[in-house]
């Protein structure tokens, strides 16, 4: 139910999202253009928007292979 309030849907309405995205997925393109488009809205909407950023320290070369060749 918090899952449901935090995505601002029904409980209904994700149960009936959660079992449609399990079902096998007909190929994209053999899909009309807005039912695309409703189902990537509903995979992006789907992920967490509050993962914190890395600082450019965590992700700079230097970091990453310290004294293994720069």
Same mark, same amino acid.
């Given at each position: 139910?918090?899952?449901?309030?935090?995505?601002? /849907?029904? &409980?209904?309405? /994700?149960?009936?999202?959660? @079992?449609?995205?399990? $079902?096998? %997925?007909p190929d +994209?393109? $053999? &899909?009309?253009?807005?039912?695309?488009?409703?189902?990537?809205?509903?995979? !992006? *909407? @789907? *992920?967490? %928007?509050? !993962? +914190?950023? &890395? @600082?450019?320290?965590?992700?700079?070369?230097? @970091?990453?292979?310290?004294?293994?060749?720069?």
């Amino acid at each position: 139910m918090a899952e449901a309030h935090a995505k601002g /849907l029904s &409980l209904e309405d /994700l149960v009936r999202d959660v @079992s449609l995205a399990r $079902q096998a %997925t007909p190929d +994209p393109n $053999q &899909l009309p253009p807005e039912e695309w488009k409703r189902r990537f809205l509903a995979w !992006t *909407h @789907s *992920h967490p %928007t509050d !993962t +914190p950023l &890395l @600082s450019d320290q965590a992700i700079s070369r230097e @970091s990453i292979y310290g004294d293994r060749g720069l």
